[in-house]
């Protein structure tokens, strides 16, 4: 597939959250990533997990689909997808989409401060293919139902407040979520192969309740500026991505991410990975892989991470089963593979508070099957 890089600019920041740091430097748009050397360094033979990691890094397997996590109660839950990490004290919880239809939903696993696993527990039931979602400001979890006029339910990660239906969020078949603290709003994708960019503002910022949801809107090429257009009807009556004349088209949206005025996301149908400058309203083609001179190493861009360094982590839906990394110099590079499940695809990359441990997915494994999902840890010396 096809995606260009997109980060540059200087990296100032030190929170995992913040991405780092990097910067859009104005009009000018970068050269597209190109293979290189990672900073990471070549991946080694398969650990006895199946998975291929530079030095210096090690695998576990934190739980398995239709099996007790840990010691725990809790039975993990089929097809893990989307995810990500919330602070918990001095441990973290991990949360995790389900994408089953019926009865998706989401899990979570608590950690203590030493990564040992203290518990898992349901967030959400009774849902319809939650495959991606995203991270609130106020650490809420974002879960996004990938059906025909789907619904995002807003979860609480502790599983201790019931999970409530944003219909104001628009009905369509949502995909991934990111929240712009800045200006107030969070961006949603569509995974559809005419799908749509959108947006939603809240009345009050923290109340998902009540809203405005838009549509991105942009010329025919691949950068430039962009405007945004509300959305007459969110209940998807007629199609969401229909209702506006001009909408921008996007192959198949999947993982969205934002830090640092800057929200990137990727579209599976046509490989590329986009980039979003909120500052200034403006969107570029951040990487393709159809511009790389010779073989791509990253294939099939599904759902997406940052880190404090600036590094963008890619996951695979097919390509090698790998995660890739793309740096702040345009260099991309396989950051770890998957041995032995091929039909399977790469999941939930989220990383734990501290920056030090990246949690993901098998959604199928070994099998194939929903059913044989798998969820890892890997540990190690990541940049910060």
Known sequence: MERRSFLRGAVI???????????????????????????????????????????????????????????????????????????????????????????????????SSTGAITGAYRILSSTRQNCAGGKTPWNTWLSCEEVDRGYVYETDPWGVKAAVRRDAMGRFKHEAAAADPVRKTIYLTEDVTDGCFYRFTPTTWGDLSAGRLEVLKMGSGTSGPVTWATVPDPSGATATRNQVSGAKRFTGGEGCYYANDTCWFTTKGDGRVWQYNAAAQ???????????????????????????????????????????????????????????????????????????????????????????????????????
């Open 13 to 111: 920041g030190t929170s995992a959250a913040a991405f780092g740091g990097t910067l859009w430097r104005g009009a000018a748009y970068a050269a597209p990533a190109q293979p290189g050397s990672g900073p990471y360094g070549a991946i080694g033979a398969a650990d006895a997990n199946g998975i291929r990691l530079p030095a210096g890094f090690t695998s576990r397997v934190i739980a398995r689909s239709g099996q007790k996590v840990g010691s725990t109660a809790y039975t993990w839950h089929n097809a893990p997808d989307g995810g990500d990490c919330y602070a918990d004290g001095t441990g973290w919880i991990y949360v995790s989409n389900s994408e089953i239809n019926p009865s998706g939903g989401a899990g979570a696993v608590r950690f």
């Open 282 to 384: 403006t969107i570029e083609l951040a990487y393709d892989d159809s511009l790389v001179n010779g073989t791509a190493p990253l294939t099939g861009v599904d759902n997406v991470t940052g880190t404090a360094s600036g590094d963008l982590f890619v996951a695979e839906d097919g390509g090698n089963m790998e995660i890739c990394v793309i740096t702040p110099d345009d260099v991309v590079a396989t950051f770890l593979r998957i041995e032995g499940q091929s039909s399977s695809e790469i999941t939930g990359p989220a990383f734990s508070p501290d920056g030090r441990r990246l949690y993901f997915s098998s959604q199928r494994g070994t099998s194939g099957s929903s059913s044989g999902g798998i969820t890892y840890e890997v540990t190690g010396p990541f940049r910060s």
